[in-house]
């Protein structure tokens, strides 16, 4: 998206020197506190919310010492990264309460690049999960997709399928993630009916292996009278895709598509600078505009608006990140199915192409993510260049927020939907098929075919899905980290 100048180094170098936090070295850090002081440095330098976090105050510590102290106290990484963030949602569960709600640390930066990437230990089922009733206790899933290609393609599970317990042991909010967490299990299924889960006798079991997901998931044409309606399934951001998914415009725009439907239900974000390029494959005839400013705390403002105004803004593009060209559809309006999975880099389409095209919103209210992220590593830029090879540790930090032209980017709540319609566990229907209800709705709202009925559905609290459960797969983030920054010393 943007390479920095290396004068941030020394500017935010000689920042930090100037408050007496010179005696800051990491040459006096004992080996079993490393990992900790890579943490609390990371985040005293990138967390979005720095500055109120006490614990995090450039003047907190006044040399390594003290910082050393500080950090003996902690047992484990973990407890400590918890501890620095601003109101985590780990201790503050109760809706609304949570500031950071996605910050995350993982003790093997492995499985972070793999989620990031598409990447993760599958057995091909895509689902969410749901409270059966106010009780809070037993749970169920509700199959949203099958991956290609996975253990799951070869069984005879579908979307819409139901299930209540694994291994014949009944899921509740206390063990679903052990019990789908582990590699290989046998799910029972069950019928819904009109919101009452009752268990039919049948079962499929499934082995988890090494997937790597491609994101677009359907592409296809519907003709409607005059209409070529164009319909994409894709369900994350991730770079490394990027090919395809301009392949997949590109199709879209040879058969001459009037209209386009996006569908962004079951993506929970991934790349800033591919959310970038998707919105400049949507569009074509704003090159160089603005599509997405970003928000980072006062240090990183600070050198921005003194060195490089400009790297805080991502602009319309019309180049993929292989530098090929891109497929544009120069559309003025746009039909974007969403669900209650819908966050992030998603969410960062919609509310970027608002100020240009008309954007029709449907399906249900997004997940409300605004903030992004960096990966951090154990090394003395953050980078993967000259890491530590005594741990794996990495950091995913919420380090930015994003608003849109008219600086736009609060909606914590959500993007709520022009046109509401739930998904209906009862008849989910076939992805892809102008007869699946949010589907359905777009095109009529195309067509002028009227309003989605209004639904009396049986509505369950929705747990996690395995996006969720996955974590990164629900993140909005910068595929660099800003080049030059140093950590006090």
Not at 13 to 23: G, N, P, R, V
Not at 237 to 258: D, H, R, V, W
Not at 270 to 287: D, K, N, Y
Not at 313 to 332: E, G, R, V
């Amino acid at each position: 998206m943007k390479n920095t100048s290396q004068l941030l180094f020394s500017i935010l170098l000689l920042a930090f020197c100037l408050h007496s936090c010179e005696d800051q070295n990491d040459n006096d850090v004992p080996r079993e506190i490393a990992v900790n002081n890579f943490v609390w440095k990371g985040l005293n330098l990138y967390y979005l919310w720095q500055a109120d976090v006490p614990n995090l105050s450039d003047y907190r510590f006044e040399d390594q010492e003290k910082l050393n102290n500080f950090l003996y106290a902690y047992s484990s990484p973990e407890i400590l990264f918890e501890d620095l963030l601003n109101k985590p949602v780990s201790k503050f569960p109760a809706p609304g309460d949570a500031i950071d709600r996605f910050s995350v640390i993982f003790s093997d930066y492995t499985l972070l690049e793999g989620i990031l990437s598409g990447t993760t230990q599958n057995n091909g089922v895509d689902y969410s999960l749901y409270y059966k009733d106010a009780s809070r206790t037993t749970v169920f899933g509700v199959v949203r997709y099958i991956l290609p290609n996975s253990d799951a393609a070869t069984k005879n599970i579908q979307r819409g399928d139901i299930f209540y317990a694994v291994d014949g042991e009944i899921l509740t909010g206390s063990n679903y993630r052990t019990l789908l967490s582990a590699n290989s299990y046998t799910l029972n299924l069950a019928n819904y009916d009109a919101g009452a889960i009752n268990p039919n006798g049948q079962s499929v079991n499934l082995t988890k292996s090494i997937l790597s997901e491609n994101p677009v998931y359907l592409n296809t044409v519907i003709n409607s009278g005059s209409h070529k309606i164009g319909y994409l399934m894709y369900n994350g951001f991730y770079p490394n895709y990027e090919n395809e998914l301009n392949n997949a415009f590109g199709n879209l725009k040879s058969q001459g598509i009037t209209e386009l439907v996006l569908d962004l239900r079951y993506n929970g974000g991934g790349s800033v600078e591919t959310a970038t390029r998707l919105a400049s494959m949507i569009t074509g005839q704003f090159p160089g505009q603005l599509f997405a400013k970003e928000q980072w705390n006062a240090k990183v403002d600070a050198y921005y608006a003194s060195t490089n105004a400009g790297g805080l803004f991502n602009l319309f593009t019309n180049k993929i990140n292989t530098n090929a060209p891109i497929n544009s559809l120069t559309l003025s309006k746009v039909y974007i199915l969403t669900s209650g999975a819908t966050a992030s880099a998603s969410e960062l389409v919609i509310n970027g192409l608002e100020p240009y095209i008309d954007v029709i919103q449907i399906g249900d209210r997004t997940v409300g993510k605004n903030v992004g992220s960096i990966t951090m590593y154990d090394s003395p830029t953050f980078t993967k260049k000259d890491i530590s090879t005594k741990h794996r540790y990495a950091m995913q930090p919420l380090v930015l927020k994003i608003v849109n032209k008219l600086g736009f980017g609060d909606y914590i709540n959500g993007l709520m939907p022009d046109t509401e319609l739930k998904e209906n566990f009862g008849n989910m229907g076939i992805l892809g098929d102008p007869d699946e209800p949010l589907l359905n709705a777009a095109i009529a709202r195309i067509v002028g075919g009227g309003r989605p009925a209004i639904q009396n559905l049986k509505v369950h609290e929705k747990i996690k899905d395995n996006s969720l459960i996955n974590q990164l797969r629900n993140e909005m983030y910068l595929e660099e980290i800003p080049d030059g920054l140093s950590p006090i010393k």
